[in-house]
Protein backbone atom coordinates (compact mmCIF):
# COMPACT_ATOMS: atom_id res chain seq x y z
CA UNK A 1 0.00 0.00 0.00
CA UNK A 2 2.81 2.65 1.39
CA UNK A 3 4.39 1.43 -2.71
CA UNK A 4 1.88 2.23 -4.75
CA UNK A 5 1.04 5.82 -2.27
CA UNK A 6 4.48 6.80 -3.38
CA UNK A 7 4.34 5.86 -6.93
CA UNK A 8 0.70 7.94 -7.29
CA UNK A 9 3.37 10.93 -5.82
CA UNK A 10 5.90 10.32 -7.90
CA UNK A 11 3.21 10.86 -11.03
CA UNK A 12 1.68 13.70 -9.34
CA UNK A 13 5.22 15.52 -8.76
CA UNK A 14 5.83 14.45 -12.56
CA UNK A 15 2.76 15.89 -13.88
CA UNK A 16 2.87 19.14 -12.06
CA UNK A 17 6.63 19.15 -13.13
CA UNK A 18 5.17 18.80 -16.45
CA UNK A 19 2.17 21.43 -16.51
CA UNK A 20 4.64 24.44 -15.41
CA UNK A 21 7.40 23.63 -17.71
CA UNK A 22 4.67 24.17 -20.27
CA UNK A 23 3.47 27.06 -19.01
CA UNK A 24 6.78 28.56 -18.82
CA UNK A 25 7.00 28.16 -22.59
CA UNK A 26 3.93 29.33 -23.59
CA UNK A 27 4.90 32.82 -21.62
CA UNK A 28 8.59 32.67 -23.52
CA UNK A 29 6.90 31.21 -26.78
CA UNK A 30 5.03 33.88 -28.83
CA UNK A 31 1.69 31.80 -30.89
CA UNK A 32 0.09 35.06 -32.43
CA UNK A 33 -0.67 35.15 -35.77
CA UNK A 34 1.99 36.89 -38.06
CA UNK A 35 1.74 36.82 -41.80
CA UNK A 36 2.48 39.28 -44.71
CA UNK A 37 -0.36 39.45 -47.77
CA UNK A 38 -0.48 41.04 -51.00
CA UNK A 39 -3.55 43.19 -52.28
CA UNK A 40 -4.66 39.90 -53.80
CA UNK A 41 -4.57 37.42 -51.07
CA UNK A 42 -1.28 36.06 -51.77
CA UNK A 43 0.53 35.56 -48.89
CA UNK A 44 4.39 36.45 -48.81
CA UNK A 45 6.53 33.78 -47.74
CA UNK A 46 10.09 35.80 -47.95
CA UNK A 47 9.18 39.53 -46.78
CA UNK A 48 12.91 40.60 -47.21
CA UNK A 49 11.49 41.86 -50.44
CA UNK A 50 8.42 42.94 -49.61
CA UNK A 51 8.29 46.80 -51.00
CA UNK A 52 9.77 45.67 -54.11
CA UNK A 53 6.13 44.14 -55.00
CA UNK A 54 4.21 45.98 -52.80
CA UNK A 55 2.89 49.06 -55.06
CA UNK A 56 3.42 47.21 -58.03
CA UNK A 57 -0.42 48.15 -59.00
CA UNK A 58 -2.70 50.18 -57.50
CA UNK A 59 -6.33 48.70 -56.58
CA UNK A 60 -8.06 52.18 -57.82
CA UNK A 61 -10.21 52.22 -54.31
CA UNK A 62 -11.07 55.10 -52.16
CA UNK A 63 -8.24 53.64 -49.47
CA UNK A 64 -5.31 52.97 -51.48
CA UNK A 65 -3.05 55.51 -49.86
CA UNK A 66 -4.71 55.09 -46.18
CA UNK A 67 -3.33 53.14 -43.72
CA UNK A 68 -5.74 51.09 -41.77
CA UNK A 69 -4.70 49.72 -38.24
CA UNK A 70 -7.94 47.10 -36.96
CA UNK A 71 -7.58 45.92 -33.43
CA UNK A 72 -9.18 44.70 -30.37
CA UNK A 73 -9.01 46.35 -27.31
CA UNK A 74 -8.91 42.89 -25.28
CA UNK A 75 -5.73 41.78 -27.62
CA UNK A 76 -2.20 42.09 -26.41
CA UNK A 77 -0.48 42.22 -29.40
CA UNK A 78 -3.01 44.97 -30.53
CA UNK A 79 -1.86 47.09 -27.16
CA UNK A 80 1.72 46.99 -28.48
CA UNK A 81 0.53 48.34 -31.44
CA UNK A 82 -1.22 50.93 -30.34
CA UNK A 83 1.65 51.62 -28.55
CA UNK A 84 3.76 52.24 -31.68
CA UNK A 85 1.58 54.14 -33.54
CA UNK A 86 0.61 56.69 -30.76
CA UNK A 87 5.12 56.99 -30.62
CA UNK A 88 5.07 57.32 -35.10
CA UNK A 89 2.51 59.66 -34.73
CA UNK A 90 4.13 61.60 -32.28
CA UNK A 91 7.48 61.95 -34.01
CA UNK A 92 5.71 62.65 -37.32
CA UNK A 93 2.31 64.99 -37.21
CA UNK A 94 1.99 64.05 -41.41
CA UNK A 95 1.66 60.23 -40.17
CA UNK A 96 -2.28 59.44 -40.18
CA UNK A 97 -3.56 56.22 -39.32
CA UNK A 98 -6.91 54.91 -39.28
CA UNK A 99 -7.50 52.79 -35.77
CA UNK A 100 -10.66 51.13 -35.28
CA UNK A 101 -11.26 49.15 -32.61
CA UNK A 102 -13.21 45.84 -33.78
CA UNK A 103 -14.18 44.98 -30.04
CA UNK A 104 -16.33 48.09 -29.73
CA UNK A 105 -18.35 49.50 -33.40
CA UNK A 106 -20.42 47.40 -35.59
CA UNK A 107 -19.38 50.00 -38.34
CA UNK A 108 -16.02 49.63 -37.57
CA UNK A 109 -16.81 45.87 -38.49
CA UNK A 110 -17.87 46.68 -41.52
CA UNK A 111 -14.84 48.28 -42.52
CA UNK A 112 -12.73 45.96 -41.55
CA UNK A 113 -14.79 43.30 -43.76
CA UNK A 114 -14.71 45.44 -46.75
CA UNK A 115 -11.34 45.30 -46.79
CA UNK A 116 -10.81 41.84 -45.95
CA UNK A 117 -12.76 41.20 -49.07
CA UNK A 118 -10.93 43.44 -51.29
CA UNK A 119 -7.82 42.17 -50.16
CA UNK A 120 -9.26 38.62 -50.74
CA UNK A 121 -8.73 37.23 -47.05
CA UNK A 122 -11.47 35.35 -45.33
CA UNK A 123 -9.56 35.19 -41.88
CA UNK A 124 -7.03 37.15 -40.19
CA UNK A 125 -5.97 37.70 -36.74
CA UNK A 126 -5.58 40.97 -35.19
CA UNK A 127 -3.98 43.61 -35.31
CA UNK A 128 -3.91 43.95 -39.01
CA UNK A 129 -2.73 46.52 -40.96
CA UNK A 130 -3.88 47.46 -44.22
CA UNK A 131 -1.19 49.87 -46.28
CA UNK A 132 -0.46 50.10 -49.84
CA UNK A 133 -1.21 46.99 -51.45
CA UNK A 134 0.18 45.18 -48.34
CA UNK A 135 -1.72 43.73 -45.62
CA UNK A 136 0.50 43.29 -42.15
CA UNK A 137 -1.04 40.37 -39.80
CA UNK A 138 0.11 40.71 -36.41
CA UNK A 139 2.00 43.45 -34.34
CA UNK A 140 6.03 41.75 -35.03
CA UNK A 141 5.63 41.84 -38.79
CA UNK A 142 3.71 45.60 -38.28
CA UNK A 143 6.73 46.64 -36.68
CA UNK A 144 9.38 44.90 -39.01
CA UNK A 145 7.84 46.30 -42.15
CA UNK A 146 5.83 49.69 -41.53
CA UNK A 147 8.60 51.95 -41.53
CA UNK A 148 9.83 50.75 -45.32
CA UNK A 149 5.91 50.88 -46.44
CA UNK A 150 5.35 53.93 -45.01
CA UNK A 151 8.31 55.29 -46.60
CA UNK A 152 7.47 53.48 -50.53
CA UNK A 153 3.66 54.58 -49.84
CA UNK A 154 4.54 58.39 -49.57
CA UNK A 155 6.71 58.14 -52.41
CA UNK A 156 4.14 56.22 -54.50
CA UNK A 157 1.47 58.67 -53.53
CA UNK A 158 3.48 61.83 -54.22
CA UNK A 159 4.68 60.52 -57.69
CA UNK A 160 1.16 59.55 -58.75
CA UNK A 161 -0.02 63.19 -57.70
CA UNK A 162 2.74 65.11 -59.56
CA UNK A 163 2.49 62.85 -62.71
CA UNK A 164 -1.78 63.54 -62.55
CA UNK A 165 -0.43 67.42 -61.76
CA UNK A 166 1.75 67.51 -65.36
CA UNK A 167 -1.02 65.65 -67.55
CA UNK A 168 -2.85 68.07 -69.92
CA UNK A 169 -6.69 67.87 -69.85
CA UNK A 170 -8.13 66.83 -73.04
CA UNK A 171 -9.98 70.41 -72.65
CA UNK A 172 -6.59 72.04 -73.87
CA UNK A 173 -6.66 69.69 -77.15
CA UNK A 174 -9.89 71.04 -78.35
CA UNK A 175 -9.75 72.77 -81.55
CA UNK A 176 -12.76 75.43 -81.41
Known sequence: MIHLIRKKNHWFKTACIL????????????????????????????????????????????????????????????????????????LDPNLTIHMY????????????????????LSSLSYPVLFIGDVALEGFNEIEAHFSELYRENELQREKEESTRDTVPELSEYDND
Do not use: M
Not at 51 to 80: K, M, P
Not at 103 to 110: C, I, Q, R, V
Open 19 to 90: VLVFFFLSLVITTGSADVFYRDGTRISDSSGIVTHAFSTRGGTDNEWGIYLFYSTRCSHCQDAIAYFKELTA
Open 101 to 120: DLALSGPDKEDYKRLKKEYH
